[in-house]
Structures are given as C-alpha cells and as structure tokens.
C-alpha cells in the first residue's frame, strides 16, 4: 500500500494528538517491515515548518510537505473547495489518512481519519467557536470515511452513538508508550515529595477541584501542576513523572488518558478520574475517583501513597501493553481491510 498522511498537527509544538500521529507513523514503519509505503503531506504555515521539520527527523517517510504563508487558511480552502485533489501534490495512493485540521478531497484510494475524542461536540460551551466548528466539521466528515480509527473503546462506543458510524468501520488503536518513560533516569527535584499532575485551566482538565483538595492534604506532599510550568517539551515529562510521589489525573473526560499510562511506565502510582472515558487507562492498576469531588481526590492520594509498592506493581504489567508497534500494525490492518 501507498499511504499519505495529514501530519500537519506536527506543525505546532506537540501536545497528545501530535504525540499520537508521531507514535503512529513510527509503529507504521515498524510494523509495516519495508512492505508499505508512507507519505507524510499537507501545507504547513512558514512559522511551523521548523517545528514540523524537526518532529519528522530521522522518521523514514517520503515527505510531500509544502511551506505556505497562512497554514490555516489554505488548510480550510483547500478543505472548503474542494480541489485540487491530493493526488495533484502527492501522486496516486492506496489510502488518504486526514485529520480534524482538515479533510482534502481524492479521486481514488480508501478514505481514513482519526477521532480522538468527541468532547467538543458534547462540551461546546467550554471551548472556542472555531474549536468546536473544525471538530464538527471532522465529525461529519468521518462518515463518509471506509475507516475511522480512535484510541478507546469508549470512544467507538460514542462515535457509533453521536455520528451514527458503524461499528463495523471503526478500529480502536490505543496509544502506544515512547521508550523515554521507564523508571530509570533523571528524577525532578523540587526539596520535597511532590504530586505530580498534567491538569490545566482546561474544564476538562479540572486543575481547580486538585488545589481543592490539595487544601484538605496538609503540606506534607507538595503539589507540581504543568499548568503552573508552561510549555514542558515531551523529553522533559519522564523526569516530572520519576520525582513524584504520586501522580494525579482528574480529568472530567478524555480521549483515553495516555499520561496515566506514561505515569505508570515511569514507576509511579495513579490517582484518576473514574469517568468511564479513562477506564482503558487506567486498567486496575490505578485509584479511581470522582473527578468532582476535591475529598474523594485527597483520600484517593493518601491511599495511593499508602500501597504504592502495590500500586507500581500493577502499573508496569499494564503499562507493557501499550506498544506503538500495535498502534502501527492496526492502521495498516484497518485500511487494508477498508480497501
């Protein structure tokens, strides 16, 4: 098979989705044996692409990326338009994979994109109109797709039951866990034990209820949110997970969670949010509470540190499942099927 495929999310500093497409292009060509061929493509803003450049260094893909001046708005005419088709800038493929940045048009070949998660169109009141119009737009676009991958049952569960897609077009490729978290290495030094929690100002995310109950732990466990570090580039996080005592993730809902996993990998035990969206994550391998209730969060925290030999224990076993490899080998599974 030809396969081209949108990774124009690399154009801007990576966050989960970006990680997501990085892992997948790697486990494609590690599963794939020198039996396929991938093409990373689509217009990027002159701005990202350095940013883009750098992410695909040393990734063994043909590139057919083109530097335009505005990314954004020849992404969304392009989308719009409909034309020129891919083929123009890419050549003849097997298998068009898009994602929610934008949906360019085809003449032939199999037609693939990825749903993260539909949180935009059940949360529109907390994010912003452009957000929840691009996810919309993707969502809709989906249908029309032979495949659509996802990182979660919960979420194939969802997609069948928002968008109406069936079951059958669907494949849940769980992320896999880069090689950079593993229990040894450089260790975050803050002078005391530390928690350890991804959670921002996002709804989502839900740092507030985690300062509230930081409020009812007493000072005996320092809390380390990202929100409060910035930008932390993806090489640096294994340090942050290694120091901490805990780690602690409440968010009110999610696409899977793959931080949990990383935590775990890193030797360091769970407290998470039992929303069922975050069950693969967390396995039973991980504290669950309410993510609404800051007393539930502190008690979930002082048990975790109370059984954390335990804890890490469960959280390595589960973590070896997460391989990018399985994430590759089901992309190339699913459009194979789909062609």
């Given at each position: ?149 996802t990182n979660a049952d919960y979420t194939a569960r969802d997609i069948v039951e928002t968008i ?176």
């Amino acid at each position: 098979m030809r396969i081209a495929y949108d990774v124009t999310p690399l154009s801007h500093p990576r966050t989960g989705v970006g990680n997501y497409i990085l892992g997948t292009l790697k486990g494609m060509l590690a599963a794939a044996n020198g039996e396929h061929e991938i093409v990373a493509f689509g217009p990027v803003s002159v701005r990202g692409r350095g940013t883009l450049d750098e992410a695909l260094s040393g990734i063994a893909v043909e590139r057919r990326t083109a530097t335009v001046p505005f990314g954004h708005a020849v992404r969304r005419a392009w989308s719009g338009l409909g034309r020129p088709p891919a083929e123009r800038f890419i050549g003849d493929f097997d298998v068009l994979h898009f994602t929610d940045w934008m949906h360019p048009p085809q003449r032939h070949g199999a037609r693939a994109t990825m749903i993260h998660d539909l949180g935009p169109l059940h949360f529109p009141e907390h994010l912003h109109a452009r957000t929840v119009r691009m996810h919309t737009t993707n969502a809709r676009e989906a249908r029309r797709c032979d495949v659509v991958f996802t990182n979660a049952d919960y979420t194939a569960r969802d997609i069948v039951e928002t968008i109406g897609i069936p079951r059958e077009r669907i494949r849940v490729a769980t992320p896999g866990v880069d090689e950079v978290f593993r229990p040894e290495g450089e260790r975050h030094d803050v002078g005391r034990p530390y928690a350890f929690t991804t959670a921002t100002g996002d709804w989502r995310k839900n740092l507030g209820a985690v300062r509230t109950a930081w409020r009812l732990l007493g000072d005996d466990l320092a809390l380390v949110a990202l929100a409060e570090l910035g930008f932390v580039e993806h090489g640096r996080l294994p340090a942050l997970y290694r120091g901490a005592s805990v780690f602690v993730y409440p968010s009110r809902f999610e696409g899977f969670g793959i931080p949990v996993v990383e935590a775990m990998a890193c030797g360091v035990p769970c407290v998470v949010s039992s929303h069922p969206s975050l069950d693969e994550a967390s396995g039973e391998a991980a504290i669950r509470v309410d993510p609404q209730d800051p007393e539930a969060i502190a008690a979930g925290v002082r048990e975790a540190v109370a059984r954390r030999d335990e804890l890490v224990r469960l959280g390595f076993e589960h973590a070896r499942r997460f391989t990018w490899a399985e994430t590759g080998r089901i992309h190339l599974q699913g459009y194979a099927d789909a062609l």
